[in-house]
């Protein structure tokens, strides 16, 4: 193991690291205080980079100006989510998860009708490559650590600090208790698909000048999310950072010097870890969401 393939594979598993955080803590939010597992959210990841691609290339939009549009729109469509459908079969699990599937098949059927079938790109938009010690970092993907790791801290901030995340908290810990104490219980649901709904699509838009931008993209993302928030204990918010964190770095370096078995490897470590731990390897860890 050469220096700077470990050094490229490192900061590749950072990059990877920080971006299952940015799609795991939005699915865990809504997972902590709905109790619903929102299928949906791979969906969105979807569109978030889908409208990236229409604003940039389309209608010749800023990036930055782009990214905060796919949020809100994101969120507004998440959160009209959960007040006309998930709000009628809280506390159902099967009824939720065939709203969720079916939502996922008719925003993916409608994406393929709005753009076709054929792969969309988007050119870079942070050129260049920086220079430390003779290794060579793409700013790309730089900014992809950057921008995910500001989210996810500042909803971090947000939930430690504001009132609003309080109540999130409150009504993730007991519900009856929350709404007895005056916290709007419906509104906060809704706020808590906003911003997940929000945080998948702004995944989607910073990786969409990266990859290949198509119908299905989002469901190898939602699949990892739903690796680390059970390997990091549903609901555990910081477990959720910890695990995107363990598996990207074992995805990276798996990759690196094992090819596609690292593939394999990954799911046989999160059934052996279920095995013997079935909450999740960080479930132990306060401040749950």
Not at 54 to 80: D, M, N, Q, R, S
Not at 206 to 223: D, N, S
Not at 232 to 258: C, H, K, Q, R
Request: some cysteine; hydrophobic content about 60%; proline content about 2%.
């Amino acid at each position: 193991m050469t220096a700077i393939v470990f050094s490229q594979t490192f900061f590749n598993a950072l990059m990877l690291s920080s971006l299952y955080s940015l799609v795991a803590v939005g699915l865990t939010l809504v997972f902590g205080i709905m109790h619903v597992i929102n299928f949906a959210h791979g969906a969105f990841i979807m569109l978030g980079a889908y409208a990236t691609f229409f604003l940039l290339t389309e209608l010749g939009l800023g990036y930055w100006p782009t990214l905060i549009l796919c949020f809100l729109a994101a969120g507004v469509g998440g959160a009209i989510i959960e007040r006309f459908l998930y709000h009628r079969f809280w506390g159902q699990a099967l009824p939720c998860l065939v709203v969720a599937i079916g939502l996922t098949n008719i925003l993916q059927n409608g994406s393929l009708v709005l753009f076709g079938i054929t792969e969309k790109s988007i050119n870079s938009i942070f050129h260049g490559v920086i220079s430390m010690f003779g290794l060579r970092f793409s700013l790309e993907r730089l900014m992809v650590i950057c921008i995910s790791t500001v989210l996810v801290i500042s909803l971090m901030i947000f939930l430690k600090k504001t009132k609003t995340g309080q109540a999130m908290r409150a009504m993730a810990q007991d519900y009856d208790a929350a709404a007895l104490q005056g916290v709007k219980c419906h509104q906060i649901a809704m706020l808590a698909m906003f911003i997940g709904c929000g945080f998948a699509a702004l995944a989607g838009g910073i990786i969409a000048p990266l990859f290949a931008v198509h119908a299905y993209m989002g469901e190898t993302l939602l699949t990892k999310a739903f690796l680390i928030i059970i390997l990091g204990g549903m609901g555990s918010f910081p477990g959720a950072i910890l695990a995107a964190v363990l598996v990207g770095f074992m995805e990276s370096f798996g990759m690196t010097y094992l090819g596609y078995y690292s593939q394999i490897l990954i799911f046989v470590f999160v059934i052996l870890v279920l095995v013997k731990k079935p909450t999740g390897l960080f479930s132990g860890i306060v401040f749950k969401i």
